[in-house]
């Protein structure tokens, strides 16, 4: 039975119009869903669904918690918005909230924007203008303008700048020429890595040098890919070597979802490594959009100064508020904890399922993708949606598994159940 043949009369009458109105930048939705509690939601025909994607890793409580209901509709009847001629208390404590949380030293500084790829846009500003302070960077000594790096099967978001930094092809190509003086070296390999900073140099021949370097630890849109923790030590090591910063781009990885605030904060996927600009989004404020960037010490800090960078609606009271609460419900419910042990749950449950269609599971905490035997994911989120489990076809054989932290024993249980069933000869995509 197709997608097609199951999808109800309201649906199916609601998918009508959304083509009608909509640019075609998403292709045809799913389903029109209308609801949400807890881990579950509704769509408008009232059929039921277990949501193991979380909108992409945002909906860190689920649907309607009752914290963060109460801090939006409370934050709503004194002010949704402020200009940022003014701040707000949510504002500040939000921001002082999330430097704690990531370890940041004293000096250390918040940039809120409205989503991954803005917090990615404000990092990639930020290491072009210290940039601009590397000696071989300087114009009157001969100079070139400085790099960032960035890897291969990388994604940072859809903006210009961050679309720059994004590896996918046929994503970048439309669009090119990009911005400039963003080079793309070879994930994982760390003689594609020294290469890149060895070019750095003076002479006819020479670049300018490397300014940056931006990553993510599991490469989220790639398939949940982590990176060797060897491969990131020597990223940060010819980072200091070459007086070059080190950006970690957080924005799938981070507030809890990979059983640490941070999954820079993980032994085993930095080895203690410690970046100087982290970006954040999706998670942090529990599907209100938000996003931003923490860059670390006060001499980064600095580099931006009143007009060098801006956002109407960043770190707005709204949205400092709903984040807030996510934040808070997040410690005092140990969500991160749970996001570690529902995530050791969910892969060794998926391993010993039995279904001959899954190779393996990769990831950590509640960000994991399963490694299917032939390239047919989008078959088998379409199965799995037809049978109440809503999951992600991230790559053309791995099933993307992203549920909110609040997710249950019986919850991973009852998703497992579901993915035991999935048919092993489903079509090729």
Sequence with gaps: MSTEETIGPKDSQWLGEYSQVHMNVFGTPLRVLDHGKGVRVWDIDGNEYLDFLAGIAVNSLGYAHPAWVKAVSEQAAKCAHVSNYFATEPQIELAAK???LAGAPEGSHVYFGNSGAEGNEAALKLAKLYGRTLAGALPAIGGKPARILALTHGFHGRTMGALS???????????????????????????????????????????GPVAAVILELIQGEAGVRPLPVDYVKKVRELCDINHALLIIDEVQTGIGRTGAWFAFQREDLTGGVK?????????????????????????????????SHGSTFAGNPLGAAAALATLGVIEQDHLVEN???????????????????????????????IELAHPCSHAAMNWALEHGLIVNAVAPDALRLAPPLIVSEQDIDDAVAILKQIPGDLPND
């Design 98 to 100: 999330l430097i704690k």
């Design 275 to 307: 970046p100087d600009m982290v970006t954040f989004a999706k998670g942090v404020a529990g599907g209100f959009p938000m996003g931003g960037m923490i860059a670390f010490g006060s001499k980064l800090s600095a580099l931006f100064t009143p007009g």
């Design 339 to 369: 996001a570690e042990a529902r995530g050791q749950q969910l892969r060794d449950a998926v391993m010993a399922c039995g279904n001959p269609l899954f190779k393996s599971v990769r990831g950590r905490g509640l960000l994991n993708a």
């Design 165 to 207: 930094a994004t590896w996918k092809p046929a994503i970048r190509k439309q669009y090119e020429p990009l911005v400039p003086n963003i080079e793309f070296v070879r994930a994982g390999d760390p003689f594609s890595l020294y290469e890149a900073f060895s070019e750095t140099g003076l002479g006819q021949y020479g670049k």
